[in-house]
């Protein structure tokens, strides 16, 4: 069952939470900035064969897949939050599916990532990027879809976990190897062989695929392929973390 | 109809009965309180009530639904305010109670309305649109007792609703909910630790100890099954203190400095004391009455040893309280 007053409030109470937390924003929109000037001026001069653009205009997307993946995992924190603080057993014992406490908080962490990520892209002249802007609602459509899986896999996680320690450590694991084996910051072409199945599996390889074709044009698999791949991931980590909803709460 | 009936309500954790086949009936409207010591199963029970908690085996019906086989019905029928803290410190205090409206699908129309009518209700009509964090712990707790009311529910459940507040903010919200049950037509539950709470608020009180009732009845005849009532006097002339022995409802007489007589019924014994002393010229200095209280019945019933691990839960718990409610958690 899917109830829209609900979820639109505890939309509400996500964005509204956050936009209150002024340090938060700030330091997530510094952390992307200072990967992009100063990791991207760093590697600047390393040429990677087949890559004529500056290593800077290629790390641009990744960084915002990284902003975008950092901000929507650590969503999960707010399940943590809400039980440490007790608002959880207000939720809980409404009338509403756990279906619909999900989604209220997928939507409320989609749009602070999807946020977050569209005032990155706003800083592209500072490293020079050439951002083809037609195509920003379609960008805004593939940062939809990865945010939701991801905010969707934090929500999972925390709704197995009772501490804030546990969470950082657990969504270390889980966003480190993402972030690295995504293509964010090297490009696929020249990876070594026992690298790709793991860099297939990851969804975070074809939202930065997306991203970084729809702003500078370079791609490693065809923009179709990249949102099947990223919506059936969507359907599948809504379904799964719906289901750990209802077995934890 | 009744509000709430239990049927061999039981609930346990890892071989430990909290809750042994409790049979309750609430009835309609009335203010029925669970009193215990420290885990004897009140806050077991309330949790399985609102649905939080799975009974190991028997049901009850809330507001004429089963438990197990409608929970969603019952979750619309119940308002809670949980012994500890549930708002969201975050958002104001009108905010909480909006959310709390669309949680449970309230028409849009009446909602903002009702929160004004609530906000009255416990005093913080002023302070709606400040943010919760800015609130004091009684405030808190009336915000949540107005979000527990929000959307009309049959049924009000309130949880230690004075735990950790001062005496004056403990009387105030006393206040509160005698006027929840002058203003809503709504049957309260509520569970306590303070026998002055139960006594001044409740109508019949459950006396709850290792998950089963050991006493239940309105306060006033729980006292009275406790027996008597001590009527003190002092005389100008002690000798004379054996001659009250004639008054055929005096139970017994205790001799020191003053004079403690047994009675059954210490508002009708007075008259006829003073009037006995009057006719015999025997001159009363001063006169009292102390009543057998709350206390004394739950002394009785469940005794005067210490439960030392649950006193230490207790203080873990306050000191959990405190600091949230001073923002440091």
């Known amino acids: 069952m899917i109830e829209y007053k609900a979820i639109k409030a505890l939309w509400y109470r996500e964005v509204k939470a956050y936009s209150n937390d002024r340090p938060r924003i700030i330091s997530s929109v510094v952390r992307s900035l200072l990967w992009l000037i100063i990791f991207g001026s760093g590697f600047n001069a390393a040429r990677f064969t087949g890559l004529d653009i500056n290593y800077q205009e290629f790390l641009f997307p990744g960084v915002i897949g990284m902003s975008l993946l950092f901000t929507s995992m650590f969503m999960g924190i707010s399940v943590i939050w809400d039980r440490e603080f007790g608002y959880l057993k207000e939720i809980v014992v409404s009338p509403i599916s756990r279906t619909s406490m999900l989604l209220g908080r997928v939507f409320g962490g989609t749009t602070i990532a999807v946020s977050e990520a569209l005032l990155i892209l706003l800083f592209s002249f500072v490293v020079g990027v050439h951002v083809n802007w037609i195509n920003l609602p379609a960008i805004l459509l593939a940062m939809i879809l990865i945010s939701s899986i991801l905010v969707s896999l934090g929500l999972t996680v925390a709704s197995f976990i009772e501490s804030f320690e546990g969470f950082n450590t657990i969504m270390s694991f889980i966003i480190m190897p993402m972030f690295f084996l995504s293509g964010a910051i090297f490009p696929l072409n020249q990876m070594p062989a026992w690298m790709k199945p793991l860099v297939y599996i990851n969804p975070m390889t074809y939202g930065i695929d997306i991203i970084r074709t729809l702003t500078i044009g370079i791609s490693y698999f065809s923009l179709q392929l990249d949102f099947i791949v990223l919506i059936a991931c969507a359907a599948l980590m809504t379904a799964l973390g719906s289901r750990a909803f209802k077995a934890k709460m | ?329």
């Open chain 2, 1 to 329: 109809m009744n509000a709430i009936e239990t049927l061999g309500l039981t609930k346990n954790f890892n071989g430990l009965t909290a809750v042994d086949r409790l049979g309750i009936q609430v009835k309609d409207r009335e203010v029925f309180g669970l009193l215990g010591p420290n885990g004897a199963g009140k806050t077991t029970t309330l949790s399985m009530l609102c649905t939080i908690l799975k009974p190991t085996s028997g049901t009850a019906k809330v507001n004429g639904f089963d438990l197990l086989k409608n929970p969603n019905e019952v979750r619309k029928s119940i308002g809670i305010v949980f012994q500890d803290p549930s708002l969201d410190n975050r958002l104001t205090g009108m905010e909480n109670l909006l959310i709390h409206a669309a949680l449970y699908g309230m028409d849009d129309k009446k909602v903002l309305e009702r929160a004004k009518e609530l906000a009255k209700l416990v005093d913080l009509e002023d302070r709606m649109k400040d943010l919760v964090k800015t609130y004091s712990g009684g405030m808190r707790r009336r915000l949540e007792i107005a979000r527990g009311l929000m959307h009309t529910p049959k049924i009000l459940f309130l949880d230690e609703p004075t735990l950790g507040l001062d005496p004056q903010t403990r009387s105030k919200v006393w206040e509160y909910i005698e006027g929840v049950r002058k203003n809503e037509d709504i049957t309260v539950i509520l569970t306590t630790h303070y026998m002055e709470e139960a006594e001044s608020l409740c109508d019949r009180v459950a006396i709850i100890d290792y998950g089963k009732i050991v006493a239940l009845d309105s306060p006033h005849e729980l006292t009275k099954k406790i027996g008597n009532e001590i009527v003190t006097i002092t005389l100008d002339d002690k000798t004379r203190a054996n001659e009250f022995r004639s008054l055929n409802f005096v139970a017994g007489i205790n001799v020191s400095d003053d004079v403690k007589l047994s009675v059954h019924d210490g508002t009708n014994a007075i008259p006829k004391i003073m009037k006995f002393a009057i006719e015999n010229k025997i001159e009363i200095k001063s006169i009292d009455i102390k009543k057998v209280t709350l206390n004394e019945v739950f002394m009785h019933y469940v005794g005067r040893e210490i439960r030392e691990e649950n006193e230490k839960d207790n203080t873990k718990q306050m000191m959990k309280y405190r600091l949230r409610a001073s923002g440091r958690l």
